[in-house]
């Protein structure tokens, strides 16, 4: 049995992650931790999660739950994950990250962490879309960049707090890497006024949030007389949760490392 911890475990992706976990025959739900101060802390995680008593209290002591458990599962916020990371590196657990929206310095805390923790760390764990990205890449590597304009579209609900999402920023990364260039130096995160004719080479974004939409996803590569459109949708957040455990049981045993989705399903 390989014994799981879910940081923020009353979020909405925490408690579809922590439902699989309790439904998997072959993983134990050891506990889950919440921001000190949240309302779930101290109550039962079986009854939080609608699954009947379990004895386990949500707790907010991330060292004690990363000390009981072989793998660590965190969909929270961007400083959680800096705190988590840290932990991690501490108890050499291994952690599967799927919390975007992170700032450079606190990509160098997860890296730094991966020198003696193994680490998932995917922004989109639907295998859907890591399939998408390598095709991106593939399509990118073949378009010339000057007749070929890249527009990359996302829509998610209402409550998401980062944009553009951690997928969008992750197929343009795709886009520049099948163009051998950096993202940094070509993107338009956004637009606004007189801003002037697009500049060959750029990959823009545009960012649509409204009602429910769990995650969509179109790369447009837009030329005269053409345009080609790779366009992922998922309709449930269970696909993500899916991945996640798909990551946990591929990288038990692994050495420490930063680790994708493309490594975890061999793409
Ligand atoms: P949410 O706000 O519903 O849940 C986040 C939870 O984390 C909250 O309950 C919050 O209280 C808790 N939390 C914050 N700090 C904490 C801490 N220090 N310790 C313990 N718990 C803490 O958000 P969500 O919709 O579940 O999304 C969470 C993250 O996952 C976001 O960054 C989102 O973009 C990302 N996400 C990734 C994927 C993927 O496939 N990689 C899929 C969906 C969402």
């Known amino acids: 049995m390989i014994r799981i911890g879910v940081v923020g475990c009353a979020g909405r992706m925490g408690r579809i992650v922590a439902g699989e976990v309790l439904g998997a025959a072959d993983l134990t739900l050891n506990g889950g931790t919440e921001r000190a101060g949240s309302d779930a802390v101290g109550r039962d995680l079986?009854?939080?999660?609608?699954?009947?008593?379990?004895?386990?209290?949500?707790?907010?002591?991330?060292?004690?739950?990363?000390?009981?458990?072989?793998?660590?599962?965190?969909?929270?916020?961007?400083?959680?994950?800096v705190e988590h990371a840290r932990l991690a590196a501490?108890?050499?657990t291994a952690y599967v990250v799927g919390t975007t929206g992170l700032k450079a310095e606190q990509e160098a805390t997860l890296r730094q962490a991966a020198t003696t923790a193994a680490i998932v760390w995917a922004p989109n764990?639907?295998?859907?879309?890591?399939?998408?990205?390598?095709?991106?890449?593939?399509?990118?590597?073949?378009?010339?960049p000057a007749g070929y304009d890249v527009?990359?579209?996302?829509?998610?609900?209402?409550?998401?707090?980062?944009?553009?999402?951690?997928?969008?920023?992750?197929?343009?990364?795709?886009?520049?890497?099948?163009?051998?260039?950096?993202?940094?130096?070509v993107w338009?995160?956004?637009?606004?006024g007189i801003i002037g004719a697009r500049r060959a080479g750029d990959i823009g974004f545009a960012t649509l949030r409204g009602g429910d939409v769990v995650g969509d996803h179109s790369v447009i590569f837009a030329a005269d007389g053409e345009r080609l459109e790779l366009v992922h949708k998922a309709s449930s957040r269970q696909v993500f949760a899916k991945g996640a455990l798909r990551a946990v049981r591929w990288i038990v045993g692994r050495p420490p490392g930063l680790y994708s989705m493309h490594d975890v399903l061999g793409i």
């Open 46 to 81: 079986g009854e939080l999660l609608g699954r009947g008593r379990l004895g386990i209290a949500v707790g907010d002591d991330g060292r004690q739950l990363f000390a009981g458990a072989d793998v660590v599962i965190d969909f929270t916020a961007p400083a959680a994950v």
């Open 125 to 144: 764990m639907s295998i859907g879309v890591n399939l998408l990205m390598s095709l991106v890449e593939r399509v990118a590597a073949v378009l010339d």
């Open 151 to 185: 527009e990359i579209v996302e829509m998610h609900h209402r409550h998401k707090v980062d944009a553009p999402s951690g997928t969008a920023l992750g197929l343009g990364r795709a886009v520049a890497a099948g163009r051998g260039v950096a993202l940094e130096d």
């Open 90 to 92: 501490e108890s050499h």
């Open 188 to 192: 338009q995160k956004t637009r606004d």
